[in-house]
């Protein structure tokens, strides 16, 4: 491209333009505070009361946040407080994800008396936002972080299939479905080793100095004898061992999961799934709508 007298102020003017823009971009990320926020409530029968189950802090800014409170304002003149940090402020990192957990609670208070919130906690109407204390001053929660789940997929599309893994974890250790046994050694020093034992274990080597037998993996008891015997006989150097079997807590398992069939999954066309799949959950809505409606006008008719 020849450059002309007009198109160099052109070019200049353009570079000039970009680097202010590249520069306003990066002061509005580093500059002021943006955090996004999200709070879950709960109840049961623990307590009579409605209480916050989770709270999750987001911070989108390039700069860390120091939080010292952080309260739950309901309405206009209500603060909840939900975790005070003052001996420990929670330095919330740039770009960083704040997650905390609660469980329900004996009663609210306030000053020497208790106070109730369910009704306010369980109106809509009445507005509920995170407000933060933290080293810039007050810091209200402008808006929420949008979570999003299948399971509220399914509500409008039933072939909507929410499938969760079942684990089974051993001291932080995963164990698999063909683990027969979990051997927990201790040794002299009081350092644990976790061994998983799968039933052909028998064909392999799994210890240096002995290898297991066909007839140790017939049960518990025929490993634990058999590992008793291995440490009479100094082939296995341990303080002391303890066996697991997992098939008790499989039988478990199974009085939740039915073992009568496995399903297979199969594979679900876009037509079928996007088309179909809300038709017919429509049609599965409005009969049971229906049927809702003649059980309770059936109700109505009995009590009259």
Not at 140 to 159: A, C, E, K, Y
Request: with cysteine; hydrophobic share 40%.
């Amino acid at each position: 491209m020849t450059l002309t007298p007009l198109t160099v102020p052109i070019l200049s003017l353009s570079l000039a333009v970009l680097a202010l823009l590249i520069g306003i971009k990066n002061y509005r990320r580093k500059a002021g505070m943006y955090v996004r926020g999200v709070f879950s409530t709960g109840s049961g029968t623990s307590c009579n009361d409605v209480y916050i189950t989770e709270v999750i802090l987001e911070n989108l800014k390039d700069r860390a946040v120091t939080i010292f409170s952080i309260y739950l304002k309901i309405g206009h003149n209500y603060y909840v407080e939900l975790e005070n940090l003052e001996e420990k402020p929670l330095v919330l990192k740039a770009f960083e994800t704040y997650r905390r957990e609660f469980g329900p609670i004996e009663f609210y208070g306030i000053n020497n008396n208790k106070i109730r919130l369910n009704d306010l906690l369980g109106d809509r109407s009445v507005r509920k936002r995170l407000v933060l204390s933290t080293s810039d001053g007050k810091y209200q929660v402008p808006s929420s972080i949008r979570r999003w789940s299948p399971v509220g997929d399914f509500f409008t599309n039933h072939l909507t299939a929410v499938i969760r893994p079942v684990y089974l974890i051993h001291k932080d250790k995963y164990v698999g479905g063909n683990v027969a046994y979990v051997i927990e050694l201790v040794a002299h020093g009081g350092e644990e080793e976790i061994v998983l034992i799968h039933p052909k274990d028998y064909e392999l080597r799994r210890f240096r100095k002995f290898q297991l037998t066909r007839d140790s993996l017939v049960s518990k008891e025929a490993l634990e004898q058999f590992l008793q015997k291995q440490m009479d006989e100094g082939n296995l150097l341990c303080e002391s061992y303890a066996v697991y079997d997992l098939q008790a807590w499989r039988e478990k398992a199974r009085d939740f999961y039915s073992t009568a069939r496995t399903i297979q999954a199969k594979y679900c066309g876009a037509f079928q799934y996007y088309v179909m799949g809300r038709v017919l959950s429509k049609y599965a809505d409005w009969k049971l709508n229906r049927e809702n409606v003649l059980r309770k006008r059936a109700q109505e008719t009995a009590g009259k």
